[in-house]
């Protein structure tokens, strides 16, 4: 199984700021590597997809990058519908899926 | 539009079942594999179960594995996901999602389900 870690598991930071999440997988991944944002009571909303790719409607603050084993999401600056939990997932070794911990982003 | 609605959760005792159900609109439901997800409460996502386009095909988490089982009726545009012999570590909130091209795109509001005597 893939164990995904993610890092810190909560980032207090002002609106306007940059905002830097961290991936870490225990073995390669590739490029298979999804970004997912959820706001308290409701469901997970893709991000990125393929490590980097926006998906459909997702702001250009919102950017993903690393391969293989690290993997980062960056955040460029911060609005206030931006304070959540983000999670990453691996999609290239499974069984299982998995997913990170999560990284809950509040505001500073 | 994209929609995915689950339903079919509530409170269930130890050892009991339920069937969660997830209508699928807004687009060809056969052409896409499918995903069980749950959250415990204040937790992460842990993947549950997956079914191929036609349901021929199907995996699961080891933590279910000969409890669950999914299922589909792309007729109906529906997902289904059977669970037996619940136990109080299954209390979650369950979501149904798409898959594309192997990570989820769109998720349902998903159900609670609560597994307590």
């Known amino acids: 199984e893939v164990v995904m870690t993610q890092s810190p598991a909560t980032l207090s930071v002002s609106p306007g700021e940059r905002a830097t999440l961290s991936c870490r997988a225990s073995?390669?991944?590739?490029?298979?590597l999804a970004w997912y944002q959820q706001k308290p009571g409701q469901a997970p909303r893709l991000l990125i997809y393929?490590?980097?790719t926006r998906a459909t409607g997702i702001p250009a603050r919102f950017s993903g990058s690393g391969s293989g084993t690290e993997f980062t999401l960056t955040i460029s600056s911060l609005q206030s519908e931006d304070f959540a939990v983000y999670y990453c997932h691996q999609y290239n070794n499974w069984p299982p899926l998995t997913f990170g911990g999560g990284t809950k982003v509040e505001i500073k | 539009e994209v929609q995915l609605v689950e339903s079919g959760g509530g409170l269930v005792q130890p050892g009991g079942s339920l069937r969660l159900s997830c209508a699928a609109s807004g687009f060809i439901l056969s052409n896409h594999w499918m995903h069980w997800v749950r959250q415990t409460p204040g937790k992460g996502l842990v993947w549950v179960s997956r079914?191929?386009?036609?349901?021929?095909?199907?995996t699961y988490a080891d933590s279910v594995k000969g409890r669950f089982t999914i299922s589909r009726d792309n007729a109906k545009n529906t997902l289904y996901l059977q669970m037996d012999s619940l136990r109080a570590e299954d209390t979650a909130v369950y979501y149904c999602?798409?898959?594309?091209?192997?990570?989820?795109?769109?998720w349902g509001q998903g159900t609670l389900v609560t597994v307590s005597s």
């Open positions: 999602a798409r898959v594309n091209s192997g990570y989820n795109d769109y």
């Open positions: 073995q390669s991944v590739s490029t298979n």
């Open positions: 393929g490590a980097s």
């Open positions: 079914i191929n386009h036609d349901g021929s095909s199907t």
